[in-house]
C-alpha cells in the first residue's frame, strides 16, 4: 500500500509487510540505533540470524506485523506491533516499535510507519498499543503524542545503552 499524501516530504513512501529479503537492511538499521544511543536497550550489534528469530515471532494474521518503509525501492524504516506480554488476558494489546535508517530520519517516515501500524492494530482488533521508550528521546515523543499516545508511566532510570542510563516511559493509545 503506499502512503502517498501522508507527509510532504516524503516522495511516495511505500508501505508493506516486511519480507526474508529485507533481514539485511533491518538488521543494518536496527543496529545503527544500538551504535548510535537513545533508542534500544541492547548493548551490542544483533546479527541477521536474531533478527530473523525476532522477525518469526511476528505474526499478521495475529495481529503482530513487521513493517516496512521503502524509497525509491531501498527500506528506509521497519516498525512492529509485538505481543505486549504472553498471557491470553493481553491478546488485544500490543506493542509498537520502530527505527529509521539515520540518513533517513527527520523526514515524516516515522510518521508514515506509526499510522501504518496503528490502521494494522485497528484492522487486527486490537484494543490498545503500548510504546515502551527512553524517555529523553523527544523524536520519538513528539510522533507518539501526534498521534494521541499519552504517557502513563516512567520507571527512572530503568534501562541503559552503550553510553549512559535512561529513564524509560510507558506510551498508551486506546483504540
Not at 137 to 159: E, M, S
Request: glycine share 10%.
Amino acid at each position: 500500500m503506499t502512503a502517498a499524501g501522508s507527509d510532504s516530504r516524503v516522495q511516495d513512501p511505500m508501505i508493506r509487510l516486511c519480507r526474508e529479503q529485507d533481514l539485511g537492511r533491518l538488521t543494518e538499521i536496527y543496529n545503527q540505533a544500538v551504535l548510535d544511543g537513545g533508542s534500544t536497550a541492547d548493548l551490542e550489534p544483533v546479527s541477521r540470524e536474531a533478527r530473523r528469530d525476532w522477525l518469526r515471532v511476528h505474526r499478521p494474521d495475529q495481529g503482530h506485523p513487521v513493517m516496512v518503509v521503502e524509497v525509491e525501492g531501498e527500506v528506509q524504516a521497519f516498525g512492529s506491533l509485538s505481543s505486549y506480554y504472553d498471557r491470553p488476558g493481553y491478546a488485544n494489546t500490543c506493542e509498537l516499535g520502530y527505527y529509521v535508517d539515520r540518513s533517513a530520519r527527520g523526514r515524516g517516515l516515522a510518521t508514515v510507519l506509526v499510522r501504518a501500524l496503528i490502521d494494522a492494530a485497528k484492522k487486527s482488533g486490537m484494543r490498545m498499543v503500548v510504546a515502551v521508550i527512553f524517555d529523553d528521546n523527544p523524536g520519538t515523543k513528539g510522533v507518539l503524542g501526534h498521534f494521541g499516545f499519552r504517557r502513563f508511566g516512567l520507571l527512572p532510570k530503568g534501562a541503559s545503552d552503550r553510553y549512559e542510563v535512561h529513564d524509560v516511559s510507558y506510551w498508551v493509545l486506546t483504540l
